[in-house]
Each structure stands twice: as C-alpha cells, then as structure tokens.
C-alpha cells in the first residue's frame, strides 16, 4: 500500500461506536447546554460589549453581536449534524478519521489540541490575577511571587493559583464525571444570574439617547464589531467532545450545540444593549467596562458581584475545556497515534491518564509560561477545526455506514455547509501573519510526530 493510501485510510464507524461503549452515559441536553455555556460565557460578557462598541462599532455592536452568532450557526449546525450521527469522543479529529482520513484527523486533532490546551492555559493564569484582585477587596493580600510569570530576578516564581485551580479541576473530573457536571451547572447557574442582575440593575439607569447615533462608525462598523466579537462564541464545539457520554445523543447533542449558541446570544445581546443605554459608548473603551458603568451609576455594591461572575466565568470554561481535552487526548491514544496508555478508561468509565496528561501540561503552561502573545492561535486552530466540520458534511451524506442515519440534519443542504466553510475561510484571512507564522510551527512539529510515531502505530495501519 502507498504513502498516500496509508495516511488517508478512514476509520470505520462501528470501531469507534464499540470502543466508545465502555463511557457511561450520564448526561442530558441540560448538561450539554450547561457545559456550552460554560465555555462560551466566560469574562468577555463583561469585556467585549464594552470596549468593541466604543472602538468599532458603536450602540450598533447589538447587531455585531447577532451578525457573528448566525455565522457561527452555520457551523453550529454542521457540528451538530456530526454529533447526532457520529455520537462518539473526539469531536472534529474523530469526524475528520473518519470521512476524510487519518492525516486530515491527526491535523484536525492537533488543532484542538492547541485550542484546548492554550485557551485554559491563558484563563488560569487570568483566574489567578482576577483571584487576587477579588481577595484584596475583603483585605486579604495574597503576594504577588506567587501570583506571576516566573521571573525570579523580580521577585514572581509562577502563577501558583492557576496551578492550584487547574488540579483542583482536574481532580474534581477525575472523580466522575456526573458530580462535576452537578457542580458546573450549579456555577453555570450562578454566573447566568449574576449577567441577569446586571442586566436588570443597569435597565433602570438607561438613556435611551446613548443609543443615538446607533452605528457611528456605520455599517462597516457594525461589521467590523462581528468580526471582532466572533471569536467570543467559540467554545460550544468543545460540546460535540462529551457525545459519548451522553443520554439519546441523536436528540440531545444537537439541543446541547444549537440551544449553547441560542442561550449565548441572547445574554450577549442583552448586556450589550443596557450596557450602551447606561453610559456613551464612547466612555467604554476601558479594561472593566460593565463594572465601570454601574460604578459611574453609584451602584459599586454590585461591581464586587461582576468580579464574581468573572471568576464563575472562567472557573466553568476550564471545566469544559479540561473535560473537552483530556477525551480529545483519549481519542487519539484509542487511534495508536499517541502513546496508546492514553487511550485507556478507567473502572469508572474515566479517560484518566489523558485528563492527567492534559492537566500537567495546562498546569506548567498556565502557572510558567507567558501567553500573552499566543492566544490568538487558539483562534486558527478553532477555525481550522470549524472549516473541515462544514465541508465534511458532504462526504459524510455520502458514507454508507451511515447513509440516511435518523438524527439532526443541516438544513439547505449541500448550501448552507459550504456557506459555512467559505465563511471559515474569510475569517481565517481576518487573522495576523504572526498567528499563521507561530500556528505553522505547530502544525510542522505535529506532522513529524505523526511520521515519526502515530503513522507507525496506527491502529489503522
């Protein structure tokens, strides 16, 4: 057999459904959602409203906010689609195994991984700033050695907080998964009404004049807005991870992806419109633009809330993250293209040596390792992963396995799928040279692992 034949050799579907069956399935479309939410929701609720409708588009990031959630439907519906008819771990790397080959799902899988493992890396190190900033408020001082990059010549020795919050995760999924669903929909809770009451304490102190002119920077503006809030919807793909976990998954992964997004968008847009009613957007380019306004409204008691909601925020988008990773991580150990020990469940139905594998390496990475400057490649890797998903939707209308399978199907097929790929596209193109230098990297030193290791032991091959 080729080189060529050999690398894009596709996995079966019953392998996977069969290997899969040892996951106890324990979660419902509520935990589904509850986990989406958690991903997608986290600081930028607080963040993004503020500073990119004094920068970019004006009162009009109302419409900013929508525009970015229909796009990210299209792709929502395509993962969706997979979920319902492929209801196995892995999200994009298995669906990438298995409708277009072995190489395209090990890219896709690398992909995630930066995503994953980048994106809670850099939200444990903020959880540790924000921790900090939230104890000074009741007078306790925690020193900053312990809460910094590690630089020994001026006194910081690491983010100890980030690796303490990181670990405490990961034991918590360690120990079942259907407690930690528990508490993170509880957190999930907890953060949702924290965003409300913002929402309905800032209603009373609307002007509706702040919302004239609606688009300043005028309809490009409100592009540009869409453009730049995009990315603070991403997340809900790391939902499609958990499906074999789940209860009924044709019925319930596509209410968990669809309904993430629905949720999401109104709580976006709902603080977008009474945040820009409070106070002229052009007073909002600030780092805390929500806590901000209520204090310019006299309402500082309920600043000290936001900072909590902040810290909910990212507490439960470590959760998904770190759950999403460490059965990413599972799956390509089930494939032999990793060490095949992280393919393993435990007695309890738990991917342990990948959940931690993952947490090691988010721990040195959040607590060690300034990330400042690599943020944006969690970005390219989501995108990469969202472009193959849409497009994969035809050829996997087209696999026998799985032909008129029963579950949740796109609508306006085959259009809306590619929509959804040319879409991906255009937004790949919105990203800085930097980040497709620094992501080409990764994905050279991805491809010799693969020909150096995972080609070799392939479970396929």
């Not at 490009?220 to 958990?242: I, K, N, R, T």
């Not at 909601?309 to 494939?335: E, H, N, P, Q």
Request: proline letters at 4%; a positive charge.
């Amino acid at each position: 057999m080729s080189l060529i034949s050999r690398i894009f050799r596709r996995e079966k579907v019953d392998r996977y459904l069969e290997t899969d069956k040892q996951f106890v399935k324990t979660m419902s479309a509520v935990d589904l959602i509850s986990l989406g939410i958690g991903a997608v929701i986290g600081t930028g609720i607080f963040i993004l409203p503020g500073t990119v409708a004094a920068t970019k588009a004006g009162p009009g990031i109302i419409l900013s906010f929508v525009i970015a959630a229909i796009v990210c439907s299209t792709a929502a519906m395509c993962y969706a689609e997979f979920a319902s008819a492929l209801p196995v771990a892995g999200s994009a790397y298995s669906y990438g195994n298995l409708v277009f080959g072995e190489i395209i799902g090990w890219i896709l899988g690398w992909a995630l991984i930066l995503e994953y493992v980048l994106a809670v890396a850099a939200v444990s190190s903020a959880w540790g700033a924000y921790f900090k900033s939230f104890m000074s408020g009741f007078g306790i001082t925690i020193p900053s050695a312990i809460v910094g990059p590690l630089d020994p010549a001026h006194g910081t020795y690491g983010n100890w907080i980030a690796i303490i919050i990181v670990l405490i995760i990961s034991f918590m999924l360690g120990h079942g998964v259907k407690s930690s669903v528990r508490l993170n929909n509880f957190i999930v809770f907890v953060k949702i009404a924290i965003i409300l009451l913002f929402v309905i304490v800032g209603a009373f102190y609307v002007k509706p004049g702040n919302w004239h002119p609606f688009t300043p920077f005028g309809t490009h503006g409100v592009f540009a807005g869409a453009s730049a809030v995009f990315f603070a919807y991403l997340g809900f793909d790391a939902v499609s991870s958990s499906a074999a976990e789940v209860k009924n998954p044709k019925k319930n992964m596509p209410i968990g992806i669809i309904g993430t997004l629905i949720i999401a968008t109104i709580l976006y847009v709902l603080v977008s419109i009474v945040l820009t009613g409070m106070i002229s957007y052009t007073k909002l380019d600030v780092s805390d633009p929500v806590s901000f306004a209520l204090q310019v409204v006299h309402q500082n008691w309920a600043a000290g809330i936001i900072a909590l909601g902040a810290l909910a925020g990212m507490f439960t988008m470590m959760v998904t993250m770190i759950y999403s990773s460490s059965r990413l991580i599972y799956s390509i150990g089930r494939d032999g293209l990793l060490p095949k020990f992280l393919g393993k469940l435990d007695q309890h139905g738990n991917p342990i040596h990948s959940l931690r594998t993952v947490t090691a390496v988010i721990a040195i990475m959040g607590g060690f390792v300034p990330l400042d400057q690599l943020t944006n490649l969690v970005n390219i890797g989501t995108l990469i992963a969202f472009l193959f998903v849409s497009f994969g939707i035809i050829p996997l209308h087209r696999n026998k396995e799985i032909q008129n399978h029963q579950g949740f199907q796109v609508p306006w097929y085959p259009v809306l799928p590619v929509i959804s790929g040319l879409l991906c596209i255009f937004m790949l193109t919105q990203l800085q040279a930097e980040t497709w230098i620094a992501s080409g990297i990764w994905f050279l030193f991805g491809l010799a692992l693969y020909f150096g290791y995972g080609l070799k032991h392939s479970r396929l091959n």
